[in-house]
């Protein structure tokens, strides 16, 4: 499957952003999708999940202002964050893992979130 994460921007602390992870030539609805985030300096870590099943998940620093969704219609997965604070400044990455073979996507280029404090 080929995603493609878009959305990002620039933006102030306080704000928000919707980031999408789209995906060609899948359904989304038949993989487990999360998002990832490298900030500067960092490694790549996890942001949150959305599984097959629907049950999302978020890391626990970021639930209260991070949460992911699913819209079959446009077969996206979306990322929404609010309260946007100078550290989440970082690109931003979807990933995906089916279930029926568990092989898990590339990843992407990743699209550039800039928060201006």
């Known amino acids: 499957v080929q995603l493609q994460a878009s959305g990002g921007g620039l933006v102030q602390a306080g704000g928000s952003l919707r980031l999408s992870c789209s995906a060609s030539?899948?359904?989304?609805?038949?993989?487990?999708v999360g998002w990832y985030r490298r900030v500067p300096g960092q490694e790549r870590t996890y942001v949150a999940g959305?599984?097959?099943?629907?049950?999302?998940n978020a890391t626990a620093s970021l639930a209260d202002r991070f949460s992911i969704s699913r819209d079959s219609a446009s077969n996206t997965v979306f990322l929404q964050m609010s309260n946007l604070k100078s550290d989440d400044t970082g690109v931003y990455y979807c990933?995906?893992?089916?279930?029926?073979?568990?092989?898990?996507?590339?990843w992407g280029q990743g699209t550039q979130v800039t928060v201006s404090s």
């Open positions: 990933n995906a893992i089916s279930i029926h073979d568990a092989s898990v996507a590339g």
């Open positions: 959305i599984l097959a099943t629907g049950y999302t």
């Open positions: 030539e899948a359904n989304v609805n038949l993989y487990h």
